[in-house]
């Protein structure tokens, strides 16, 4: 069973800066890309960034270049670090891996005030 939890969510000014975190359990972590999406209120969920099982990262063209998708996989942990945040940033963030089945954390409120 695999469970994913994230952390490091919360109130911020647009401008700023959080770091987020997914603890995996399991020992597949280190073989399973792993990635974040977000919802906003009233919208779909969306793909935010995702990272190869070696490291190499993918972005969403809206967080290019201020988002940083990173892992560590002595900790089963994958992180997102977020600049330059803007209030359109505001969602939930979910934590997501696929193996046979799709697995979601429960999620981590970042809000950006504008």
């Known amino acids: 069973q695999v469970q994913l939890v994230e952390s490091g969510g919360g109130l911020v000014q647009a401008g700023g800066s959080l770091r987020l975190s997914c603890a995996a359990s399991g020992s597949i972590f280190r073989i399973i890309p792993m990635g974040w999406f977000r919802q906003a209120p009233g919208k779909q969920r969306e793909l935010v960034a995702f990272?190869?099982?070696?490291?190499?990262?993918n972005y969403a063209d809206s967080v290019k270049g201020r988002f940083t998708i990173s892992r560590d996989n002595a900790k089963n942990t994958v992180y997102l670090q977020m600049n330059s945040l803007k209030h359109d940033d505001t969602a939930v963030y979910y934590c997501?891996?696929?193996?046979?089945?799709?697995?979601w954390g429960k999620g981590t409120l970042v809000t950006v005030s504008s």
């Open positions: 990272i190869s099982s070696g490291g190499d990262p």
């Open positions: 997501h891996l696929t193996y046979g089945i799709e697995y």
